[in-house]
């Protein structure tokens, strides 16, 4: 497991962590009957810095990206690959409709 993604593992429970603290201190203020429902700090605070955290291992862990040119697509492939389409060869067509006499063989007696 490389570095980034255990990075991205640790800030992802972090974040799970202060959601649920969140959801706890939120059930208690309720209880006591208090009506402010704001947030304490520091689990914003968890909750930020986890996501910059999560944010940053994500982009670290992606490794290298691609070009997306179309010459360095077609680089890839040969001439041959990029001109035979099988999809498009038809071998029922209209022929044997135009000239009958070409598309049934004479029979030999």
Excluded: W
Aim: aromatic letters at 10%; proline letters at 5%.
């Amino acid at each position: 497991m490389s570095a980034a993604k255990g990075l991205a593992a640790a800030a992802f429970l972090s974040m799970l962590h202060s959601g649920y603290s969140a959801r706890e201190y939120l059930l208690y203020s309720k209880s006591i009957g208090r009506q402010d429902h704001s947030l304490p700090s520091d689990i914003v605070l968890e909750c930020l810095v986890s996501l910059a955290v999560m944010t940053v291992a994500l982009v670290l862990g992606v490794g290298s990206l691609k070009p997306i040119s179309y010459e360095a697509e077609m680089k890839r492939y040969s001439v041959d690959g990029v001109f035979s389409r099988p999809s498009f060869q038809v071998f029922n067509h209209r022929g044997r409709f135009l000239r009958p006499a070409a598309a049934q063989p004479a029979l030999a007696e």
